[in-house]
């Protein structure tokens, strides 16, 4: 990983992470080292939420699509190593909060994936980004969901 380029983004857009039953098998230690690890650096870098939680799901049925996306959030920490939160000082206090939802971005149950953040003088404290525990039959109903998780 010393000689890799960084990328731009924790994992490629287009990229789909799926439970891949043909595929072949990988050693399942490592791959859970360098997710916890990551699971750890959430509580400081909350741009790593949503990828890691996608990451997370697939430890025990490991392949090898699987340490090829935790490779790219690796790289993506690379060029991120100067990122931070601040807060400035004598900001105006204001409260803004945003929320998001893919609606039913998981593939095998399509259960959709929300998240939110509020930025307080612009800096972050507090997100989440967790999939839904029901599916939604449409994107205004995946979105009324965040935002009701948002709001309680």
Same mark, same amino acid.
């Given at each position: 990983?010393? &000689?890799?380029?960084? $990328?731009?983004?924790?994992? +490629?857009?287009?990229?789909?992470?799926?439970?891949?039953? *043909?595929?072949? &098998?990988?050693? &399942?230690?490592? @791959?859970?080292?360098?997710? %916890?690890? =990551?699971?750890?650096?959430?509580?400081?870098?909350?741009?790593?939420? !949503?990828?890691?939680?996608?990451?997370?799901?697939?430890?025990?049925?490991?392949?090898? =699509?699987?340490?090829? +996306?935790?490779? #790219?959030?690796?790289?993506? =920490?690379? %060029?991120?190593?100067?990122? *931070?939160?601040? @807060?400035? &000082? %004598?900001?105006?206090?204001?409260?803004?909060? @945003?929320?998001?939802?893919?609606?039913?971005?998981?593939?095998?149950?399509?259960?959709?994936?929300? *998240?939110?953040? !509020?930025?307080?003088? #612009?800096?972050?404290?507090?997100?989440?980004?967790?999939?839904?525990?029901?599916? #939604? =039959? #449409?994107?205004?109903?995946?979105? !009324?969901? $965040?935002?009701?998780?948002?709001?309680?």
């Amino acid at each position: 990983m010393d &000689k890799s380029n960084s $990328v731009f983004n924790p994992i +490629v857009p287009s990229c789909k992470v799926v439970n891949d039953e *043909g595929g072949v &098998k990988v050693d &399942k230690t490592y @791959y859970k080292q360098i997710v %916890g690890s =990551l699971m750890y650096l959430i509580a400081t870098r909350p741009d790593l939420m !949503f990828v890691v939680s996608i990451i997370s799901r697939y430890m025990e049925n490991l392949t090898e =699509l699987h340490p090829q +996306v935790t490779k #790219s959030v690796l790289r993506y =920490l690379k %060029g991120t190593t100067d990122f *931070g939160i601040f @807060y400035r &000082k %004598g900001g105006d206090g204001e409260l803004v909060a @945003y929320t998001d939802s893919d609606y039913a971005g998981d593939l095998e149950d399509r259960k959709s994936t929300s *998240g939110y953040v !509020f930025l307080l003088s #612009s800096g972050t404290i507090s997100w989440s980004s967790k999939k839904q525990p029901v599916v #939604s =039959l #449409s994107t205004t109903e995946a979105e !009324f969901i $965040v935002a009701t998780s948002c709001a309680c």
